[in-house]
RNA sequence: GGCGGGUUACCCGAGUGGCCAAAGGGGGCUGACUGUAAAUCAGCUGGCAACGCCUACGGGGGUUCGAAUCCCUCACCCGCCA
């Protein structure tokens, strides 16, 4: 790896940058001290923000340092959306949202050796300040045509619902941030998605004006998918890091399913897997895709990745044996054990109305969508297809006794447990 | 502060007293075809103890046998004027 950035490029990392040729030079010359951002507007990460921790990890082997920032004020004002003004979140819950996502960003970064990586809050420098100070050092440096210019502020205020004076003074706190980490630790480059260029430019010029020194700033294209539909969302909603909001066994199952068209693209962005092998995956694609050789390489990865080795295995072994091609009563006692237990799960017993346990588990949304969805002859127990609105669940349903899988169309699954 | 326009289901958007659980589109779900993919075609798309009942047209109140539709009021958004 000769060249970070030409590394980044190649793998479609790299969107928008300062001046590519000075950063390059930067980046070649000596270990730079970037940081990227993350703001608590949720319990948990998702995978919109590995891409960040992913870029800002290929920079720290390539020998550069990294500040991983998590926003206990910003997460406090919000970073203007597209469409509508943010909620404001009460400060308990943003202050455990930081925790929450330190703890998520720590295992994918290394935080010992030479390029150790730092955890910092822009709390620490921003609630401190006065008002006074506020408008004084810093809002004096900024002009009001070039805010109002930015992107989402201008869409802001020619939709419906306008902006307002919190939101709007966002892009300055992002700014602060990028002067303070230059200060305190010679921060040189900011990441971030393509959404925060303005942010990021914000920085950029207060380091200019503030310090005459001149910093850089790079950011990520955002996802897209083929068919042209949102990257990381799913029927059930956002693919989260955590395992209590997505399961590892939904986590895989999502990178499984990546469209044919969009997996080299992901194996470049979320694994670190070499040219030369995901040039091998690719192949692969092309000539058997029904292997979904790269899917399987690409989902294993993340996983493993975000949730463990272990935790992979043990989704793998369970996908493998929910979808295989055998009756799944053949299935000996630990191995369905093991699968069942990365399904979402509702108690139930023989005699209880199937209906109503397709509901139970959360694979439709309500009894009517149970029947509608055994009416469509979109609903199985045990992968055998069900057609009766008013069946109940048969003691021969229960596996080794006790557990029954419920499907909805190809890829739904939960399991009934009737306990011992 | 004044005047005018607006707020409808996941989203966009029709609907100006009963035929409205609410047109149409998008999205989503299911089926066929497949590979747990894409594309295509077809059906479905508020809930429940279900020939009925409940919830739902920004919040609250009213008129009426009957309201998404009319009136009052509150909130928010947009525009013009000050």
């Avoid at 943010?86 to 290394?110: F, G, K, M, S, Y």
């Avoid at 990520?220 to 997505?246: H, Q, R, S, V």
């Avoid at 192949?283 to 935790?311: K, M």
Wanted: glycine share 8%; proline share 4%.
């Amino acid at each position: 790896m000769s060249d970070v950035l030409d590394e980044l490029q190649w793998r479609g990392l790299v969107a928008q940058t300062t001046d590519v040729e000075a950063l390059r030079a930067a980046l070649g010359a000596a270990p730079v001290t970037l940081y990227c951002g993350f703001d608590p507007t949720a319990p948990s990460l998702h995978i919109g923000n590995l891409v960040q921790i992913l870029t800002v990890r290929r920079l720290q082997l390539a020998g550069h340092k990294p500040l991983a920032l998590v926003g206990g004020a910003t997460g406090l004002i919000g970073d203007p959306k597209m469409v509508g003004e943010r909620t404001l979140n009460p400060p308990d819950v943003v202050a455990d949202w930081v925790d929450r996502i330190r703890r998520q960003i720590e295992p994918l970064l290394d935080f010992d050796g030479p390029a150790a990586a730092r955890m910092v809050n822009n709390l620490e420098w921003t609630a401190p300040m006065s008002a006074i100070d506020f408008l004084r050092d810093v809002g004096k440096h900024y002009r009001l045509g070039t805010m109002l210019a930015k992107d989402t502020v201008a869409r802001r205020l020619n939709s419906e619902q306008g902006i307002s004076f919190t939101e709007f003074s966002y892009q300055i706190l992002q700014g602060m941030d990028y002067l303070e980490l230059h200060r305190r630790y010679g921060a040189s480059l900011q990441t971030g998605g393509n959404d925060q260029w303005g942010n990021l430019l914000s920085g950029v010029e207060l380091i200019r004006k503030v310090e005459q020194a001149s910093v850089h700033a790079l950011t990520t294209p955002l996802i897209t998918k083929a068919d042209g539909t949102k990257f990381g969302k799913t029927e059930t909603g956002t693919i989260w890091l955590d395992p209590e909001l997505t399961s590892p066994y939904a986590f895989y199952q999502f990178w499984l399913n990546a469209d044919d068209a969009d997996v080299t693209g992901y194996l470049k962005i979320f694994t670190f897997r070499t040219r030369d092998e995901i040039g091998e995956l690719e192949r692969a694609v092309e000539e058997r895709p029904a292997a979904r050789a790269a899917q399987r390489a690409l989902a294993y990865d993340v996983t493993a990745l975000v949730h463990g080795a272990a935790a992979a295995d043990k989704v793998v072994a369970a996908s493998a044996a929910l979808f295989g091609r055998g009756d799944l009563h053949d299935l000996d006692e630990p191995t369905t054990a093991a699968a069942v237990a990365e399904l979402p799960t509702a108690a139930g017993s023989a005699g209880d109305l199937l209906a109503d346990l397709f509901a139970a588990t959360g694979v439709v949304t309500s009894k009517a969508a149970a029947r509608r969805a055994i009416a469509e002859g979109g609903a199985s127990v045990n992968n055998v297809k069900i057609t009766d609105e008013a069946a109940a669940l048969e003691a021969g349903d229960l596996l080794h006794g006790r557990w029954a899988v419920l499907r909805r169309g190809k890829r739904t699954l939960a399991v009934v447990d009737a306990g011992r």
